[in-house]
Every structure is written in structure tokens, then in C-alpha cells.
């Protein structure tokens, strides 16, 4: 789960506000920072301050309150995180009464220990307890120091309707599971997020309605695992379920056929699948339903099995392939995207090789390649050595870009001389008389506007492409 392609993790980090019509009342500055999850977080946080009547505000020097909603999976994440904090440092100078909080999962990752560190920090919050955050700015009001870290085995705040924050209108997200159980020996999340629950699938069938009703086209559910959603009565996802609440339970292919169905012209597209859990099953729903998108984010973080063994990913290389050759035989026009993490604990040159062959043998749409990046009180912290030096990591890293550079334009190439089925998401960046949106396979393409508008689906006869976009003429 990503906002940003590739490696540029500087695009992390946009500033995202709340459209709110309330006049008056405090403001309160809110600014995202890592992945989908981490954004999806920040619309449920506007939706419990603007019940208790907060207007928001671009400028901070302007806010009353000001939050940052934080990701903790690499040490960059943070680092940015720190930078901006001495920024808003600036503005508790001109404003005294002015309430910083850290929110999400740096917050709890760090705990307490941001209030000794950070001393102009006033409010900690970790992602379980947002439901407490009118009272901990009631207690920072009075001058005192706030933090609530617990994390919940229950909390999926599926009563709560999201405020959408830098909508195009058009796409949204669903959160369906919260946190992680897999404990991947390099990841930071099962510290952060807790122990993994699914939400109601009634409830995200009605926000998914609901969008739908509002003119949204597109939604996107999200989880850290979504395969391994399961929804069996209660949130959290029982050890060992009899044979009664099998049956009565709903998997992650059932509720995928569930939003489907809501409405033909309503897509749907998931996030993140994990190679140890994607079934056949999923891919068969998907192939049935022409609304469910041809597209699978299968994060393989190396190609090599001894690294997998010990990142603790559950699969093998060759489990992995078998996997990418289920998607190619059920999905045939399905486009495949990757994670890759180069570099961690004792990866050799020639389990590096393995990575790239790996890449060269599936020639995925796109990626998001990174150097690894040890994190506090992860297993490979605590039993491995961060051995491979940093010029070694980024060179390795170079390697694995420009592999998948070639890839993507060799995967976009393909599109090109084909009618693809766009739904439109916006105008063009570069210029004002064309749109921009994204076909199933999650490409983008680019067309002359004519009468068509936001929210449109629109065949386009794909005529050039340039290495990532698809350039083309509605037909
Ligand atoms: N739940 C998703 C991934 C969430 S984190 C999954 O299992 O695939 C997104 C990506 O960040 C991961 O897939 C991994 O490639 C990368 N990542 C996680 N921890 C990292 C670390 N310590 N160093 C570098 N990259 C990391
Ligand atoms: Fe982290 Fe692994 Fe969970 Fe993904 S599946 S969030 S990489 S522990
Ligand atoms: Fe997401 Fe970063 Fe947390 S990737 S789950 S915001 S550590």
C-alpha cells in the first residue's frame, strides 16, 4: 500500500486538508504522512473533530491544533517526520495555546519517549485510539501532556463515516482489516497497528453504497493483508473457528463478490494481497466480475528463498511463481505489481542475482523498490546483523530500478494499438483540454477532454504511450 511510485519517497507526505463547511469553532491543521491505511486513518480523525465542531485550515500558523499522522516502516519515514515537527515548532512561537499531536504509527512506536524527545509536542496518539482524541485535546487545553498508545483487538471504527480529504470525487478508500499478524522479520506494522481484526462486511458494503450513491466510481479496500480477511462475527479474527463459524463466515473473495455487486459501474480494486494467502478462489472472483479490476499488488520483497526463510514471508520463490503463473492462467490481462526490499541482513550478490531474475522472469507493470531499513525491535533487530553496507544497498537498489524501469515500458508497449476501458479521474497535469484516469489493469491514460468529465468511464483507442502512461483518443 503505497502513494508513491518507485523509490521517491520525498512525494510522501502531501498535505492533505478537510473541506468542511463548519464556521467558526477551533482549527485544526492535519497533514498525512506513509501509506493508504495511514491516509484512510487520517479521514476517520477529521470525521471525530468535525462532529465536535472543528473547521480546518491550510496554514498552520492559522490552527489551533495541529496534527500529523505519521508511518514509522523506514528510518527516512521518520526523519521527515522530525524535520517537520521543527517547522511547526515555528509556529507555537507566535501561538502558545497552539496543540501539536503526533498521531499514527511512529506515535506508537515511540510512545512516551516523543514527549521527552520532542519536548513542543503535546498530544501522542497511537491508531487505536482516535475515539479519545476530543478528550486529549480537552487535557492538552489545560496544559498537560496527553497520550493514549493502547491498541485494540476490536477497534475498526466501522461506525464511523470517513470525512473524504483530498478527494477527486471519484476514487476512495476502505479500510477492512486493521493491523498485521504476520510479523515479517523487517516490519515495523505488527508494533505499530497490533494484532490484525477484520471490520463488518455489512459496514463496508454500506460506505461502499454510500460512495456509490455520492457519485464515487472507484473504491479501493484496504488492508495489510487482505486475504487473510475473515470475518467470523466478532473483530478479531478467531484462532480456530469451528465448523459452524466457518460456514457462516465471510472470506475476502465473498466480500470482494459482495461490493461487486453493488452496482456494475461501481469498480473495485484491493490492497495489499500477500503471496502465502492469495488462494485461487480470490482470482476466480475476480475474472467473474467485470467491475473488480484485472490488477494484483503481490509484494515479493526477494527473490531469493533463503532471504524469504529468513524475512519470515511464509513463501518460497518457487511459491511465489507458482502464484504470478495462477494470476497469468485465471486473469490473463491481469497487471502485476511488486515490493522488493534489496539489501537486508546477509543478502549476497548472487541472492541479489535471484531478485532480478525473479523480476526478469514475471516483468512486472510497476514497483516499489526499497533499501532496507532496520527498525527498533523487529525480529531481524533483535537476531540478525544489518550487514550489507549502504553503497552495496544502493547499488543493488539502482539495479532493481532500472530493471524495473524497462519493464514498465516494455509492459506499457503492450497496451498500446488496444481500447481500454478508462474511468476518468481528473484533468491532465500537462494540459488543461485532456483528462487523465486509469484503466483496469491500473495504468494510467491520457485523452483530448471532448464532452467527457470526471467520474466517466470512456473507451480509449491507445495510440503511443511514453514509459508509464498510456496516450491515446476515446473511440
Ligand atoms: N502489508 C504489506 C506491506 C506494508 S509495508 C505487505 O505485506 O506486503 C510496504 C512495504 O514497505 C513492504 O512491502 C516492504 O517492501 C517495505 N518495507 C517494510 N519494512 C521495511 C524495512 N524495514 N525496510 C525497507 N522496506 C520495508
Ligand atoms: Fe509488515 Fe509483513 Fe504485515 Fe506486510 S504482512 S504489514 S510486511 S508484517
Ligand atoms: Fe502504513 Fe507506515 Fe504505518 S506504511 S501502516 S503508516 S508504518
Redesign the pocket.
Known amino acids: 500500500m503505497h502513494e508513491n511510485k518507485v523509490i521517491d519517497e520525498s512525494k510522501q507526505g502531501e498535505a492533505l486538508m478537510i473541506e468542511s463547511t463548519v464556521k467558526g469553532g477551533k482549527k485544526l491543521f492535519l497533514e498525512s504522512y506513509?501509506?493508504a491505511?495511514?491516509f484512510s486513518d487520517s479521514e476517520i480523525v477529521a470525521s471525530i473533530l468535525k462532529d465536535k465542531g472543528f473547521s480546518t485550515t491550510q496554514d498552520f500558523f492559522e490552527a489551533d491544533v495541529i496534527f500529523v499522522n505519521t508511518?514509522?516502516?523506514r528510518e527516512g519515514?521518520e526523519q521527515r517526520v522530525r524535520k517537520r515537527l521543527t517547522e511547526y515548532r515555528k509556529a507555537k512561537k507566535t501561538n502558545p495555546d497552539l496543540i501539536i499531536g503526533v498521531l499514527?504509527?511512529m506515535a506508537e512506536r515511540l510512545k512516551s519517549q516523543f514527549l521527552e524527545e520532542e519536548k513542543l509536542v503535546d498530544i501522542v496518539v497511537g491508531p487505536d485510539a482516535y475515539r479519545s482524541l476530543p478528550e486529549l485535546i480537552e487535557i492538552a487545553e489545560t496544559g498537560q501532556k496527553a497520550v493514549n498508545v493502547l491498541l485494540s483487538k476490536e477497534e475498526t471504527y466501522a461506525d464511523i463515516a470517513p470525512v473524504r480529504l483530498g478527494s477527486n470525487g471519484v476514487t476512495a478508500f476502505i479500510s477492512i482489516t486493521r493491523g498485521c499478524d504476520n510479523m515479517c522479520a523487517f516490519c515495523?506494522?505488527p508494533f505499530?497497528?497490533g494484532r490484525e481484526r477484520s471490520r463488518d462486511p455489512e459496514t463496508i458494503v454500506n460506505e461502499a453504497k454510500e460512495l456509490f450513491e455520492q457519485g464515487y466510481r472507484e473504491v479501493t479496500l484496504l488492508g495489510q493483508n487482505v486475504d487473510s480477511y475473515l470475518w467470523t462475527g466478532g473483530g478479531l479474527k478467531k484462532e480456530n473457528p469451528s465448523t459452524e463459524e466457518l460456514q457462516n463466515a465471510t472470506t475476502f473473495a465473498q466480500l470482494l463478490e459482495k461490493v461487486a455487486l453493488i452496482h456494475p459501474d461501481l469498480r473495485v480494486r484491493f490492497s495489499t494481497s500477500h503471496p502465502k494467502d492469495m488462494l485461487d478462489e480470490v482470482l476466480y472472483t475476480i475474472a467473474k466480475y467485470d467491475n473488480i479490476c484485472s490488477y494484483v499488488h503481490l509484494p515479493v520483497q526477494s527473490g531469493n528463498s533463503r532471504i524469504l526463510e529468513m524475512m519470515n514471508r511464509g513463501y518460497t520463490r518457487e511459491w511465489y511463481l507458482n502464484r504470478i503463473a495462477a494470476i497469468r492462467r485465471i486473469i490473463p490481462d491481469a497487471g502485476i505489481s511488486m515490493d522488493i526490499i534489496t539489501g537486508f541482513c546477509s543478502e549476497t550478490e548472487k541472492e541479489h542475482q535471484d531478485t532480478l531474475s525473479l523480476m526478469e522472469d514475471v516483468k512486472y507493470d510497476f514497483g516499489y523498490m526499497f533499501s532496507y531499513s532496520e527498525r527498533p525491535k523487529t525480529l531481524a533487530e533483535r537476531k540478525y546483523k544489518d550487514d550489507v553496507p549502504s553503497e552495496v544497498k544502493s547499488r543493488r537498489l539502482q539495479e532493481i530500478v532500472d530493471l524495473q524501469v524497462k519493464h514498465s515500458a516494455f509492459r506499457t508497449k503492450q497496451g498500446v494499438g488496444k481500447v481500454h476501458r478508462v474511468l476518468v479521474e481528473g484533468t491532465s497535469k500537462k494540459s488543461k483540454e485532456e483528462l487523465f484516469g486509469r484503466n483496469s489493469q491500473n495504468t494510467v491514460v491520457v485523452f483530448p477532454k471532448e464532452n467527457y468529465k470526471k467520474g466517466d468511464y470512456v473507451n480509449v483507442m491507445v495510440e503511443s504511450c511514453t514509459g508509464g502512461t498510456l496516450i491515446g483518443k476515446a473511440v
Open positions: 506513509g501509506c491505511m495511514n508511518c514509522a516502516i519515514a499514527g504509527c515495523v506494522v505499530t497497528r
